[in-house]
C-alpha cells in the first residue's frame, strides 16, 4: 500500500511503527517496507497529485491520505467517504467505513478560517484525482488538528500518535482487502 502524507509530522509516527526506511529524497522524500510505501508529499493539492502520481507510475497499489483537517472535533480521527473539491465542485465518493465515524472533506487550496459543514484539508482531491486516473483504491483517514483556526495549531505529531493503533490496523486492513 502506498501511503500519503502532507508533512514530515504527520509520517514520523508511521514511519517509526511501520520500520520503514529511507529510500529517496528527491523528488520526494519516500520511506518503505516490504509491504508499504510512504511520500511526503506536501501542503497543497498540486503536491499531492504529483506525489501520487509519482508513486502510482512506480508501483500501482492501494493508497491512503493519512493527515490532518480543519473541522470541530479537534483530536478525533475520521473515514473520510466523500471528498470535494472546492476549485471545481467536482465530489469523488469513497466507500465507508463500518467501524470508524465516517465524514465528508472539502479540499481547499488555502487554509480554512471559515467553519463549514465537511472537514477541510489541502490535499485529498488533487490524491483522488490521481487515484482515479489510475483506478486504484483509496482511503482517507483525517484527524481534526484545528477548528478552522490554523494558527492555533502546533506542529507537533500527537494527534497521530494518539489514533496510532486505529490507524495502523486501518492500513492493514485495506491492504488486506485491496479494497
Do not use: W
Amino acid at each position: 500500500m502506498h501511503i500519503i502524507c502532507a508533512t514530515k509530522t504527520e509520517a514520523i509516527p508511521l514511519i517509526k511503527a511501520l520500520d520503514l526506511k529511507h529510500l529517496a529524497y528527491k523528488p520526494f522524500t519516500i520511506y518503505q517496507n516490504l509491504n508499504h510505501s510512504l511520500i511526503i508529499s506536501g501542503i497543497g493539492m498540486i503536491k499531492a497529485a504529483a506525489a501520487t502520481s509519482y508513486l502510482l507510475s512506480q508501483k500501482k497499489d492501494a493508497v491512503c491520505n493519512i493527515g490532518y483537517a480543519a473541522g470541530k472535533e479537534v483530536g478525533e480521527l475520521f473515514y473520510i467517504h466523500k471528498i470535494i473539491n472546492h476549485c471545481n465542485n467536482k465530489v469523488f465518493h469513497l466507500p465507508k467505513s463500518p467501524s470508524l465515524p465516517n465524514r465528508a472533506c472539502t479540499t481547499f487550496a488555502l487554509p480554512q478560517t471559515t467553519p463549514s459543514k465537511t472537514l477541510a484539508d489541502m490535499e485529498a482531491a488533487g490524491i483522488a484525482e490521481i487515484t482515479k486516473a489510475f483506478k486504484q483504491p483509496l482511503c482517507v483517514l483525517k484527524i481534526v488538528s484545528d477548528n478552522f483556526d490554523p494558527d492555533s495549531f502546533l506542529q507537533d505529531a500527537h494527534f497521530i500518535e494518539r489514533h496510532l493503533d486505529v490507524i495502523l490496523s486501518q492500513i492493514e486492513l485495506q491492504s488486506a482487502q485491496n479494497f
